[in-house]
């Protein structure tokens, strides 16, 4: 049975289903906070709530793309492609 790099690095899945999951939260909470303003609420507060959703949602995607080079670059410099699952791995590898 062989897996890509199966040594040590989250599963790339499961971090998609993190990030979509806390992007749908960010949607969510910017439709509240536009209802909340039609609805007449103090503005104050609400230019800080979309402050911290789009930083939330900006931290999230950049953390994405670094993490996927991140990975990317360790694997490319272990000569990683593919392991037999079990198998220790290669000198030197960071994952």
């Given at each position: 049975m062989k897996r890509e790099n199966p040594h040590g690095l989250f599963e790339w899945r499961r971090r998609r289903l993190l990030i979509y999951l806390t992007?749908?939260?960010c949607g969510i909470a910017?439709?509240?906070i536009i209802i909340a303003a039609l609805q007449g609420m103090?503005?104050?507060l609400l230019i800080t709530l979309v402050g911290a959703i789009f930083?939330?949602?900006g931290a999230t995607l950049g953390s994405y793309i670094f993490g996927a080079q991140w990975d990317t670059n360790?694997?490319?410099n272990a000569g990683v492609t593919e392991l037999t699952v079990g198998?220790?791995?290669p000198e030197?590898?960071?994952g």
């Open positions: 992007l749908l939260f910017a439709t509240a103090s503005t104050a930083g939330l949602a360790n694997a490319r198998d220790d791995p030197g590898y960071a």
